[in-house]
């Protein structure tokens, strides 16, 4: 793949978020809405189906539905990455051949979750999904959620595969970040996870982010990125203190995914409550929300300006 293919997918990338009817089942106008209220915000691109998009909760036939209505709506927009990632070896090569049919620009899984599996087991399940299509792969690297920390050793192995781009570190390290981007070279795609350590990330060689809570604020994290472009990074460190002071009253409620859900909500853009077992916000929640929400708005007014897809 090319430098001029490589640069549609650096840049900020919103982690999408589930979006139901009030019967709880996926609701294809409501992932559209969801999908075209990102297009005008400067993002990049969008994350399908992965922690924020609640892709482990769903069936294989309701995460299809999700990748067909975002392609869609937003598919010739913006760059699209499907999460593809499942228990079973053969339903994510099953998902990966589907994210490929509707025309996604790549796909990105986890190690299967549950089992503590070996080095070789997780390459097995990755490559299994690699080999079932065409598509660019992005390897999702999140410990705290599957249990398994990649070894810098299997990293070199994907890395030097054609197929494999880039890799999502979720883990809390941004020296384990610098070290992916310092053994895979410079035109491999490193994506900072961690929102609150956006500026970090980037800092440390990340080439982008992609992330859950950039759903309710895209254009903070899009103004972020320009700043460090810029080299603006005393501006840049104030937006991310900023953004974490956000990100920390967000991250207070029972449920992240079901406050930012509630945020939107309040914008129009109505996805429903999460899946069991995450939680819905309760009512009691709501009037503090409503004054999160008018803040964050107010900070997005302070901070915008032109930033394009940068």
Sequence with gaps: MTLSDLDK?????????????EAGEVCERSVKKLARYYVNSGVKGLYVGGSSGEGILQTSEERKKVV???????????????????????ESAELAIHAEKCGADAISAVPAIYYRLSEKSVER?????????????IIYNIPQTTG???TQSLFKKMAAQEKVIGIKMSGESVFELQQFKANAGKEFLVYNGPDEQYLGGRTMGADGGIGGTYGVMPEL?????????????KD???????????????????????????????????????RLPLLPVSSLNH???????????????????????V
């Excluded at 209505?69 to 010739?76: H, N, P, S, Y």
């Excluded at 104030?238 to 859900?261: D, V």
């Design 68 to 90: 067909e209505a975002v392609m869609e709506e937003v598919g010739q927009e913006l760059t699209i990455i499907v999460h593809v990632g499942a228990n079973s070896t053969r």
């Design 236 to 274: 840049a460190q104030e937006l991310q203190f900023k953004i974490n002071n956000i990100i920390n009253k967000l991250l207070s409620y029972p449920s992240l995914y079901g406050a930012c859900k509630y945020i939107l909500s309040l914008r129009g853009i109505k996805t429903g409550a999460p």
């Design 125 to 137: 399940h990755w490559q299994e999904m690699i080999d079932s299509s065409s598509l660019p792969f």
């Design 287 to 309: 009037q503090s929300l409503s004054d999160l929400n008018d803040e964050i708005i107010e900070c997005i007014q302070k901070y915008s300006f032109e930033v394009g897809r």
């Design 9 to 21: 997918f650096k840049g900020v990338f919103v982690a999408m978020y589930s979006a139901y009817d």
């Design 221 to 233: 994290f899009c103004a972020l990125n320009k700043l460090i472009i810029e080299n603006k990074l």
């Design 148 to 150: 398994f920390n990649l």
